[in-house]
């Protein structure tokens, strides 16, 4: 992790731009823009076309994706690049958000309003759900920048002079927190709480992680099947786990 890094490279984005409010064009987001120059500043390597397909960063002995989500697009890209080079997977996560509501019509910007939700490592496990057959390819590798920013949502006309909360219009990062590296299947072993008593259930380990139910249940179930940790048993109904060393 290097904060200085990702300060320049956001400073380097935000004085490009020319919104007023200073969000990322249509065609690529504030965050995506970011990330691209934190992990590959010579924008030489930027936008490759490669293997039939565009790579985020082409390094030239290395691929690097940067992606906001839905990794069901992501899987035929894999499947041209991992054979032939190794390939980071970037998924920036929300850490501590913000969220701003922006009038459609007169670009009237709201207060800020903190999410409740802290973004974490496990809020990436449902999108590697989805892309779960490919984890094990000896090419592949992961970046989790986990990212303080602000989320701009568009107000919309609902009628009758009323406005409606309409989706996602960009996103500001403020400043890098963290950053998990996973760079062979091992690697997801970090995050197993160190406080899990020896066996233990998906809601002990959701209170352990402090996370919701659902993403422990899909991280479990992700590191079951990269037998990281195996099914020991029942408890109650609840499956038992313990990690597999």
């Known amino acids: 992790m290097d904060k200085e890094a990702f300060e320049q490279a956001k400073l380097k984005v935000l004085l490009k ?33 490669i293997e039939g397909y565009i790579a985020d960063i082409y390094t030239g002995d290395r691929i690097i994706e940067i992606q906001n989500g839905n990794f069901n697009r992501l899987r035929e890209k894999l499947k041209a690049f991992l ?7 970037v998924l920036p996560i929300p850490h501590n958000k913000w969220v701003i509501y922006m009038d459609e019509e007169s670009g009237e910007l709201s207060g800020k309003r903190k999410s409740p939700i802290t973004g974490s490592i496990y809020s990436a496990f449902p999108e590697l759900y989805k892309i779960k057959d490919q984890l094990t390819h000896p090419n592949l590798s992961f970046a989790f920048p986990l990212i303080d920013m602000d989320e701009y949502r568009l107000l919309q006309s609902g009628g009758k002079g009323r406005r409606k909360r309409g989706s996602r219009y960009d996103r500001m990062p403020l400043a890098l927190f963290d950053e998990i590296v996973i760079e062979r299947v091992e690697d997801f072993l ?54 597999n060393l």
């Not at 065609?27 to 990330?35: D, I």
């Not at 054979?83 to 997977?89: A, E, R, S």
């Not at 008593?197 to 179930?221: P, S």
């Open 190 to 243: 970090q995050v197993i709480p160190y406080e899990l008593e020896e066996e233990f259930t998906t809601k002990e380990f959701a209170k352990a992680a402090r996370t919701h139910r659902d993403l422990a249940q899909v991280t479990l179930h992700i590191l079951y099947y990269l037998q990281l940790v195996d099914r020991t048993g029942r408890r109650g109904r609840e499956y038992l786990y313990k990690v």
């Open 83 to 89: 054979p032939v080079y190794p390939v980071t997977v």
């Open 17 to 49: 731009q020319h919104d007023p409010h200073g969000f990322g064009t249509l065609q690529e987001k504030t965050v995506h823009a970011v990330m691209k120059l934190y992990y590959e500043p010579n924008m030489d390597y930027h936008e490759v076309p």
